[in-house]
T-cell receptor, first 113, second 112 residues
């Protein structure tokens, strides 16, 4: 049982490039979320999914795209990277619709030059 | 709307001293409240959670938190700090799995 896995761990992009951050969980959780963590700002919700085929926007969705074709995977796409997207990105999953324990991946540290 | 405020971005205590990390929340519905801990270069892991049962919640590693509705607070405490407690701590409030708001975090340092 690997929990929540994220790849890559580190990534450097140039402005305007696109990329996909991968997230997978093996706990059969329905709920999955993407957060970004910036110094002094805690974690902010980018997008979330309540099940396969269902996604919705969080607090800071601009510049990001998501899809959920399977229960296990929830990739985050950066369409055209900008320096403002330099951050640490965390994927999380939880099993129920009530605010239950979220299980976090180890994070992806992204730098956009 | 929900919000959470963590008082103090950095707290430093001596080893063996009391740890007190402050969290105040705002919620229009009965809140679910959480404390998470983040060790360097790792993801967050749950310390404890309040879900409207007992107001005093015990978590892992000797931490506990008390829900005080009248003060809209959920402060985290530990009687005796250990060097291994050095980390960043996040308070969070939620009304659903997709609406969990995190505070800005408090970095805890432990002095030998």
């Amino acid at each position: 049982n690997a929990g929540v896995t994220q790849t890559p761990k580190f990534q450097v992009l140039k402005t305007g490039q696109s990329m996909t951050l991968q997230c997978a969980q093996d706990m059969n959780h329905e709920y999955m979320s993407w957060y970004r963590q910036d110094p002094g700002m805690g974690l902010r919700l980018i997008h979330y999914s309540v099940g396969a085929g269902i996604t919705d926007q969080g607090e800071v969705p601009n510049g990001y795209n998501v899809s959920r074709s399977t229960t296990e995977d929830f990739p985050l796409r950066l369409l055209s990277a900008a320096p403002s997207q330099t951050s640490v990105y965390f994927c999380a999953s939880s099993s129920t619709g009530t605010p239950d324990t979220q299980y976090f991946g180890p994070g992806t540290r992204l730098t956009v030059l | 709307a929900q919000s959470v405020t963590q008082l103090g971005s950095h707290v430093s205590v001596s080893e063996g001293a009391l740890v007190l990390l402050r969290c105040n929340y705002s919620s229009s519905v009965p809140p679910y409240l959480f404390w998470y801990v983040q060790y360097p270069n790792q993801g967050l892991q749950l310390l404890l959670k309040y879900t409207s049962a007992a107001t005093l919640v015990k978590g892992i590693n000797g931490f506990e938190a008390e829900f005080k509705k009248s003060e809209t607070s959920f402060h985290l405490t530990k009687p005796s700090a250990h060097m291994s407690d050095a980390a960043e701590y996040f308070c969070a409030v939620g009304s659903s799995a997709s609406k969990i708001i995190f505070g800005s975090g408090t970095r805890l340092s432990i002095r030998p």
